[in-house]
C-alpha cells in the first residue's frame, strides 16, 4: 500500500476502500463512507503556498487536501461495534471562503455490507467527537425511512464532550442533531474498556471532550487517533494545528504526545481522514515521511 497509495502524478489517490487489520481474534476494518476536500491553508493555517507546493502528495488533482470519511468496525467473535458513523445519506457543495470544499457521504451501510455486518449487528457506536462528519449515520434517517441506521445500538460519548455539547455547533453540530443523539448516549470517562479490548482515553484538543480508542490484541495494539491528526502532513509537523480545533495549543502538545505513542514498535495507527494511508506507523529511521502507511 505504501507504493498504491499515490498515483502516477505524485498525488494521493481518491479516498481507501475497505482495509482491515487483525490484532490476535481481533479484526478491524475502515469502513468508508465518503469525502471531504479541505482548501489545504485553510484548513491548517499555520502552513504557506510554499508548503504545499513542496508535497503535492497530500493533495488531490484539483489541488484540495484530500480527506476521507468514515468509521472504523471493531469485530471480536460474534460481537460488533463501530468507532464514528461518516457523514450520512447527505451532500453539501463548496461554499466559497469555507475551509471545506465538497463533501459527501452515503457509502457507509454498503461498506458494512461488503465486510458482512447489517447495522443491527453493531452493538455500540463509539464516537471520537461529535463533528457533523463522524455522527451522520447515528443521526440521519436511513434512506426511504425515518429512523437512523443505528437506532437500536447505544452511543458511547466521553463525558467532557457531552458536558460540553454546546460548544459543538460551530462544527456543524445543530441542536437538533444533538437531540436525536441524546436518548442513545451513555457517557464514558477515561481508562474505561467500551468493547473487549477497547480502551478510551480521553485526549481534549480538538474538542472539549475529544476521544481516542485504543485497540489491543495479539502482542499488537492500535490507536484510533480521532481527529487529533487531519493529515499525515501533520505528523512530520506536530505544531500545525486545524482550523476546527477548538484549542490549537492543547491538540499539538496532545498531537506530540501522540507521535511517542505511535512510534512504539508494537503500536498502529489509524487515522479516519488520512485518505488512502488510513492505517500506519510512525517511523523515524531516515529520509522521507514519518507516516509509513500499512499494507492492509
Not at 34 to 46: E, F, K, N, S
Not at 50 to 79: C, F, K, M, N, Q
Not at 267 to 286: E, K, L, N, Q, S
Amino acid at each position: 500500500m505504501a507504493n498504491s497509495a499515490v498515483g502516477q502524478d505524485g498525488r494521493l489517490r481518491r479516498p481507501a476502500g475497505i482495509r482491515s487489520v487483525r490484532l490476535g481474534d481481533t479484526r478491524v476494518s475502515y469502513v468508508p463512507d465518503g469525502a471531504v476536500q479541505g482548501r489545504p491553508r485553510a484548513w491548517l493555517p499555520d502552513t504557506t503556498e510554499e508548503t504545499w507546493a513542496a508535497h503535492p502528495e497530500y493533495l488531490d488533482a484539483s489541488g484540495h487536501l484530500a480527506a476521507s470519511i468514515g468509521g472504523l468496525l471493531v469485530e471480536h467473535g460474534d460481537r460488533a461495534m463501530l468507532i464514528d458513523a461518516g457523514f450520512g445519506p447527505q451532500s453539501l457543495p463548496a461554499e466559497p471562503g469555507q475551509p471545506n470544499g465538497t463533501i459527501h457521504g452515503g457509502a457507509l451501510l454498503g461498506s458494512l455490507a461488503a465486510l458482512g455486518r447489517r447495522p443491527e449487528e453493531i452493538e455500540a457506536v463509539a464516537f471520537t467527537h461529535l463533528h457533523i462528519d463522524h455522527i451522520g449515520w447515528a443521526w440521519h434517517p436511513v434512506p426511504g425511512g425515518d429512523q437512523p441506521a443505528f437506532g437500536h445500538a447505544e452511543y458511547v460519548v466521553a463525558e467532557p464532550e457531552w458536558a460540553r455539547r454546546d460548544l459543538l455547533e460551530a462544527g456543524g453540530t445543530t441542536k437538533e442533531v444533538i437531540a436525536a443523539l441524546a436518548p442513545r448516549v451513555r457517557t464514558v470517562t477515561g481508562g474505561q474498556e467500551v468493547f473487549p479490548g477497547v480502551e478510551v482515553q480521553i485526549t481534549g484538543g480538538h474538542t472539549a471532550g475529544h476521544a481516542q480508542y485504543v485497540i489491543t490484541g495479539g502482542g499488537s495494539r492500535l490507536i484510533a487517533f480521532g481527529d487529533a491528526l487531519h493529515s499525515p502532513i501533520q505528523v512530520d509537523h506536530p505544531e500545525w494545528s486545524c482550523v476546527y480545533d477548538q484549542d490549537r495549543a492543547g491538540a499539538a502538545d496532545h498531537r506530540r504526545r501522540l507521535l511517542v505513542e505511535l512510534a512504539e514498535s508494537d503500536t498502529i495507527g489509524f487515522g479516519g481522514h488520512f485518505a488512502d494511508v488510513v492505517f500506519g506507523r510512525v517511523r523515524r529511521d531516515g529520509d522521507g515521511p514519518a507516516w509509513r502507511p500499512l499494507d492492509a
